[in-house]
């Protein structure tokens, strides 16, 4: 078998309902692109025989797994595993096919929050059907069909069981806490978010899977499934971008460099760099926007689908007219010109 | 007595603040409009007397209940009841009349979230009074006059007291887990939210209690006391729907299937169904509108509330104008001919 | 030394990373403006020599401080921190001067969110620099250095470490649970921030360290650092006032007595009394509004920043010609008046 490839290989630790499904699993240190020694080492002790396969482990294959590993982080995590009662497991992907299970599904989000792989670089189909829907609760992980019983026990025994909710993807803090950023708080940002270093995620702050902010930023707003958020951009506070997954169109949003997006504004068409949108306003992709040289003169009314991507532009909705305007940014010369070429 | 219109019976645990009075009721599985035996029995084996009670219990008269009821699950959770030294009480509602208690108010907050009746549908004049306020913790329900000195002995005995709001009404998650439903964070959905089969409630949704989704339903925005949101809808994200308890007027909202309320956007009416209103814009109840036709051309101007209820509407603000559109949907020649009715 | 113009002692309890530095400290019951006799009494007791300095405490100077407290409430806490195996400190501020610790920053969030000083009111500089990033999880303060091992750890043990999020300002009902109010979720809340009596922060409000409602308030927006709200006023769901630390200009906000700012709604001016912005508008410095008289007459044009304190405006977007305006709110005459008497 060919292990020059190898997509990644991770062993985690995890929870199981009583129907010995998998809930969600924890990868603490997966390897990504691993060396192909490490991967053929790591694969045959466990009779791997090729694909993607998640494998169960027993105290044996862990420490089997613990005398082949070349890796110093790996066999730190193989000894600690070792002693454990929890579900364990070894996912190994030789290529970034479709989803077939929930370990694989974890180990996928995991790539993304740990900064292995940025938003749209993966393939995730079928994700959310290999993500069973979980109750998160202070006591780990919890089938919902399991949840009314077990809220009356710990009840009757006086005891504490918190349900922090109820869904397919867990909050990313729980699972990777990325180096140089701060989230305020860890229900906004889901695992499989990509938070790179000097992110900061306020309280009205939303971060979903597969999206992310390359960093620095500051993120006041909501970035959609799918949707990258370059260096120096600001979200302000309950800012949207507008997702492909339920209500927006399909054109997949991005934001550039050192843009702002106002409080309470919106956009629903990608934007490039040092692009400002007002406090307050949306940009759907149909909305009909007059385009402002750097003398206010109307260059030509477009719709805002047709500015997708361009840098440099700056959108208010006129106060006195209620027009939504596209007004020449810092660089007034060079967007007219984009401008001009575009018709 | 007569037990034939009995409102509801169901048997809680709970917690007490240092004066005997109740903080909290967690009802595992009420009766509602239960079989007239059955009530006849648990009343009387509690020497109930009539009316809307509710009667602390010991581990005496949850034997007597035990003993008399002919439920399974009444059975189960009694007997799980008798072993705990929690405090248990036994709720009587002979009928739907304003709340006089703390277990009356939960009750009836359990009765929405467990889909027994929908928002609207029940008197709950008086809950606010009858609902003390609570700092939710996660070591369970604490008197506010009693966390000050709760939180220092925590502190000095190294354990975590984490304080998760000061409120009259808990989550929803920690009562009752309805199935079949998403719900992103626990925090975001009171106790007697009602979430349909199907309802999903994103990040940045919130259901207030004495309201809900009928399911399926995307709720990515507020759901006010005493609104309603039919199946098929979806509430962009932090799209608002306007409240009757504080700003808002005296028109209850609903929102009928298959609308959807873009990112941003608001309503101050009652929409029918197959409604849209665009990302961003928020239509109240005064806001004037420009009603078009099929052609787009206008048919009259009214104020937002004279479209209340209707269906098949589509809400924008005009871009190059300025000017509040509802444009036909859908269907235009039957919102239209309800338009012009309407005159 | 003089005492009598001393600025606070407090004695805390806190939590220190494996380099014996500071994470956070709770203190109890801080003395602002202390009595200069039991200033004295303190600091004497720990050798203190003048300036704004943290002192660790030990068994030993705990007992001492206890054997000349003259303040009761001082007495029964360090009674209680006698017996504690937690780090331990008093903190000791001459004066209100920049911050130069970590204890001295929480203890001026203290001295805010405790009601001692209002928003604006202390010297706040360094803050950011003073308050290290930490994880904040259910088994208290953790640096961000030590948390992949420990969140390792706790799952192979089966234990259950929740993150809730990695700031570097705690949750303020952890530390201080104010009399009177209500706070729907706890995270929405920073410590520092200053909730009058009869304040209600819903599940969509936010109020960040050094700002604040004046109580009573109903929050359902967000009041972004600096930002003061006065009694009477409510913020609807989702509403934005304009922060300074990004994104905003440089007016610090606030807004006076009995205003609604609608939902979704925002303001990028400061407001004076009974001002109404309605739902889904958001009034930036430098829109241009049409100031109108009782006759709905223009009365002139200008920047809403020339609006900037005015009181009895009511400020809508004109869904008919887009135009955003003033009018006059519920006390015409006398709103004229001033805008007049403003040109």
Redesign the interface.
Known sequence: MDYSNFYAIAVG?GTKNSADAWLEV?Y?APLFKPNAEEAKALAEALGYEGGNVAIDLTDATVASLADVTMDERQLE?LN??A????PRVMTLLASDAPITSTPEAYLKLHLLSLRHVRPNEQNLDNIFAALP?V?W????AID?SE??DR???A????E??????????P?M???V?P?G????????VRLGAYLGEGTTVM??G?INFNAGAIGPN?VEG?I?QGVIVDSGS?L???S?T??TL??GGEIVLSVGKDC?I?????T?IPLGDRCTI?????I?AS????VLDENRQLVK?VKARELAGQSDMLFI????????ECRTNTKAIQLNEKLHAHN
């Open positions: 630790v924890f603490p995590v600690l595993l002693d454990s009662k929890r829907n109750v609760t202070n006591r780990g919902p949840i009314v809220q009356l026990e009840r009757l025994a006086g504490s069981l918190e349900v922090t909710g109820v869904d397919k993807f909050h803090l729980n699972y806490v180096s950023v701060r989230v305020a708080y860890s229900s906004r309280h009205e939303f500051m909501r959609s600001d302000g506070g309950a949207s507008m997702g339920s209500g702002l106002g409080a309470n504004a919106g629903g007002e406090a307050g306003l949306y759907t909305t009909r926007v007059q009314t909705r006129n106060s006195e007219s209620g027009q939504v």
